[in-house]
């Protein structure tokens, strides 16, 4: 557990969490990451470091950006991280920062409707991964859909339109 007052280190790399849309006719595009207004409309009083590394839907994340990901969260070990991602290769860049996770918890996470929408389930998801990232033991984490799983033993289930444990 981290001491309460440790910053959290919060990289955003794009994902439907930070989408645009203009209308029923326009194809997205993912925007200035809105986090940050999130975080203030919750009222959340921890320090944060929100670094905006990406702006991807994560189906575009390729190996440079996975690396550069890693690059950022290996610059601040010991802190604890929170990284919003794009549900669709979320379990791979989790793959990829498993090494990092030894003495911190590294939480990814993202919505399927973006925190723009009244409806969305983005603040919600992000405030189970600022208790996830200041509570749980070391290791890498995904938190979706009131869950917290850890990364090596979740899939996303597109049919459910959720993230469920590996069977």
């Known amino acids: 557990m981290i001491k309460s007052r440790d910053p959290i280190l919060v990289l955003t790399t794009g994902g439907t969490i930070d989408k645009l849309y203009f209308d029923a006719l326009s194809e997205y595009r993912i925007g200035e990451s809105i986090l940050a207004r999130v975080l203030d409309a919750a009222r959340v009083t921890h320090p944060v470091e929100i670094v905006e590394l990406l702006r991807k839907d994560s189906l575009d994340l ?55 929408f009244a409806e969305s389930d983005a603040p919600f998801n ?13 290791g890498v984490y995904i938190t979706m859909n009131g869950t917290v799983f850890r990364a090596a033993e979740v899939v996303k289930d597109r049919a459910q339109g959720a993230f469920v444990a590996m069977p």
């Open 62 to 116: 390729d190996d440079a950006d996975r690396a550069l990901i890693v690059e950022r969260v290996a610059a601040a070990p010991g802190r604890p991280v929170v990284i919003t991602h794009g549900t669709d290769t979320m379990t791979q860049t989790a793959a990829a920062l498993a090494p990092l996770a030894q003495d911190r918890a590294v939480v990814l996470v993202g919505a399927l409707a973006p925190a723009r």
């Open 126 to 138: 992000l405030g189970m991964a600022f208790a996830t990232a200041q509570i749980a033991p070391p």
